[in-house]
Structure formats: structure tokens, C-alpha cells
């Protein structure tokens, strides 16, 4: 079995804290917020996206928690890694201390104090990485403004998996007010420490937030802030045309080529840093054909990425060998594999398949689902059979 599969994108929420928040100084020194903007989004928002002890594994939630919540630590426009209600951190010199001195002042929507209990009761009842537990021995509340992370042995990634987007546990929730209402009720009306905070919601039709003129960082510059939940990308694309909404998320290449001929419209790219590639789950079974390195370098030379950049995405994303992406600091920069068929026929019939071989299931990652499509065209015109099943997206991030 195959996936196709992307990287997170992180930018959709980096982006969304820009347009909210860009161009403002010190929320008491600036006008009130004004105006309401309105997104058509293509997914539709479980409340159990309103809570960052939730997210465990896919980035689509944090649309939502950029908006309603905040971290100590969490990407900004311009630094992946930006002080939040984390003022400054220290590390020890055994490298297995972490300590972080936190913003004072800073409350809740509904009044309570930001404190470092806060902090601690959000990372416990996170249900995120399982490595991020696993590696973190102990926190302890040193003060109400400062709380120590102990970990068991020195650990160079806490800060990746900690102050990043892989999960949500350095995303603060209200201790107290959450042991009184129980997560389902936090879930049905959250509270958090975010610029926008919750009005309303109607399931699988939109959310609806408020900005909050007491947000710490930036005051809004928008006052009223609602996510319309549009699966389809035709309604999506007919929404912004009529004046329904302001900003319609994820359109294809024709539907984008479409907006450019329309003067009253503007495309613009999102600046994801995302990555797509080819998952190979039965790899590590000696008895697959993917198993062999060279049946995986026949599919990578089979496909054609230009073609599909440009057909599926106007050729607005950036062609790379590597699967993460290159913003990380760690990242090697890889060159692409050029597309090359006659390589890949010559690689699969070294590896025993001359004629190629039936690779079963190919699942595109939703909604990609035409640029599947075009990936499993490339692979069956060498030979490399696959048969596209296409999944929800909810159900396919479980899967």
C-alpha cells in the first residue's frame, strides 16, 4: 500500500497570525477592532480542534488555536521558533533543564491570571507526543511566573517538539477553569489566552470568534472572525465571487487560473512549507517490492514533479529531495530526482521486475486527490499498478 502524503503546513496558521496581527503596536495604544473577514475553508472544524490538549499528530487544528489560544513558544512570521507567554528560557549546563520565565500580566478571555500551574497542567494533559513525554522527566512550578522542564537525559529536540507545531502541548489552557467544566464542556466553549475568542459555533457550518482587545501581544486589527466550513471547492471559489466570504482556501489550478482573469479577484499563495511525497508502508516487509531500495528509486524517477507542480499548482511550489521541510534548521538541502522513465525501467527490472508488479492501493492524501491521480499515471506508465482509493480526511489522518 501507498500514500501519498504531505508535510504539515505550517505557514496556514503563520499566515493567519500575520494577517491578523501584522502591522500593530501595544494593544492599549491602538483603535478597536473593526470589520468582520470571513474564511471558506475546506475542512470541517470537531470541537475537539477548539482544545490543544487534542492535537496529536495534524497541523489542520491549529487554523483554530492560532486564533483562539497561545504558547509559550510557537511560530511567527519571520522565526520558527518565537517567545510567546515565554518571555525567555534558559537550558542547564547537563543540557536537562529547561526553565522558562513567563510573561506576567497576561489573562484568560474570562479574567482568570496566566500562571506557571497553567503551564504544567496543559503539558500533562496533552495528548500529543508520546516522545515528548516520554523523554520529559519531571515539571515543576518554581513560581507563579516561571516553571522547569527536567528531562531524563540530555535531549537537543525538546524545543522541536516542544515549541513547534508537532503537537499542542506547549499550548496553554486554563487549569482552573477546565477541572470545573470537564473537557467536553472546554471543548463545547473554549477559553483561552489567544487574540480572538469563541462566539459561537454550528457544526460543519462555521465558527465564529471575537477579537480580544486585551490580547498581550497585538491588539486585532479585525473584530469578528468567522470560519465558514466549505468541503467543496466549487462552492468555495462561488462564496468569494458573490461577496459570501473574503477569502476561499485551497482552490485547484483551474479554479485558480479562473481568479487571475477576474479583475475584482486576487490569487495569492500561501507560502506553505509542506511537502508531498510517496509513503511506502510496506517497506519494511522483505517479502514487498518496496522493499527493495531500487523499486523506490524507480518510482521516485518515474514521476514527473515539474508536470505536476505546474499543472496541479501553477508551478508555485518549489521542487526538492527532501521530505522535510528546508525552513528546519537541521534540514540538508536535497536536490529533486529528475524524471527520468527509462531509469525507472532499468532500476525495476535490476530489482526482478521487468514487467513491473501490482502495488495495490494508492491513497492520496485529502483533498490532493487529482495530483494522486497524476502520481499513480506516472508509476503505471512504467509499469508500478496502482488502484486510487480515495478517504475523508478525518478519517485518513486516523487511518
Do not use: C
Amino acid at each position: 500500500m501507498t500514500r501519498v502524503r504531505r508535510r504539515a503546513r505550517w505557514s496556514v496558521a503563520v499566515v493567519l497570525a500575520g494577517i491578523l496581527l501584522v502591522g500593530f503596536g501595544p494593544a492599549q495604544a491602538q483603535h478597536k477592532p473593526e470589520g468582520e473577514m470571513r474564511w471558506a475553508l475546506y475542512v470541517t472544524m470537531p470541537p475537539a480542534w477548539f482544545d490543544p490538549g487534542e492535537v496529536t499528530g495534524t497541523i489542520t487544528p491549529f487554523w483554530v488555536l492560532y486564533a483562539l489560544h497561545d504558547a509559550l513558544v510557537k511560530p511567527m512570521p519571520g522565526n520558527l521558533m518565537t517567545p510567546s507567554l515565554a518571555e525567555s528560557w534558559t537550558v542547564s549546563p547537563d543540557q536537562k533543564t529547561y526553565e522558562f520565565k513567563l510573561r506576567q500580566g497576561v489573562k484568560f478571555h474570562n479574567g482568570d491570571p496566566f500562571t506557571a500551574d497553567d503551564v504544567k497542567f496543559s503539558f500533562h494533559r496533552a495528548k500529543g507526543s508520546k516522545i515528548l513525554r516520554d523523554r520529559v522527566k519531571d515539571v515543576t512550578v518554581v513560581d507563579p511566573h516561571r516553571v522547569r522542564f527536567q528531562l531524563h537525559e540530555p535531549w537537543p529536540d525538546f524545543m522541536t517538539y516542544y515549541g513547534t507545531l508537532i503537537n499542542g502541548a506547549g499550548w496553554i489552557v486554563p487549569k482552573k477553569h477546565v477541572k470545573q467544566v470537564g473537557d467536553d464542556g472546554f471543548r463545547k466553549h473554549p477559553i483561552g489566552l489567544g487574540p480572538y475568542k469563541f462566539v459561537s459555533y454550528t457544526a460543519g457550518v462555521e465558527l465564529v470568534m471575537e477579537a480580544n482587545e486585551s490580547y498581550w501581544r497585538k491588539m486585532p486589527h479585525v473584530k469578528r472572525l468567522v470560519y465558514k466550513m466549505v468541503t467543496d471547492p466549487n462552492t468555495r471559489l462561488a462564496m468569494l465571487k458573490r461577496g459570501e466570504v473574503d477569502l476561499a482556501y485551497l482552490l485547484d489550478a483551474p479554479m485558480a487560473q479562473e481568479v487571475k482573469r477576474d479583475p475584482t479577484l486576487k490569487l495569492a499563495f500561501s507560502g506553505a512549507i509542506g511537502v508531498f511525497f510517496l509513503d511506502f508502508f510496506d517497506q519494511w516487509d522483505p517479502k514487498s517490492p518496496w522493499h527493495d531500495r531500487r523499486v523506490r528509486l524507480a518510482a521516485i524517477n518515474a514521476i514527473d514533479t515539474r508536470a505536476i507542480n505546474d499543472a496541479e499548482n501553477l508551478g508555485a511550489s518549489r521542487l526538492t529531495g527532501a521530505m522535510a521541510p528546508k525552513s528546519f534548521e537541521f534540514t540538508r538541502e536535497l536536490e529533486p530526482y529528475p524524471y527520468n522513465p527509462t531509469r525507472a525501467k532499468q532500476l525495476l527490472a535490476e530489482a526482478g521486475y521487468p514487467n513491473g508488479f501490482d502495488a495495490g492501493d494508492l491513497y492520496p492524501y485529502p483533498p490532493y486527490f487529482s495530483m494522486g491521480e497524476a502520481a499513480a499515471g506516472y508509476l503505471g506508465a512504467v509499469g508500478i499498478k496502482t488502484k486510487i482509493r480515495s478517504m475523508e480526511r478525518a478519517a485518513f489522518i486516523t487511518a
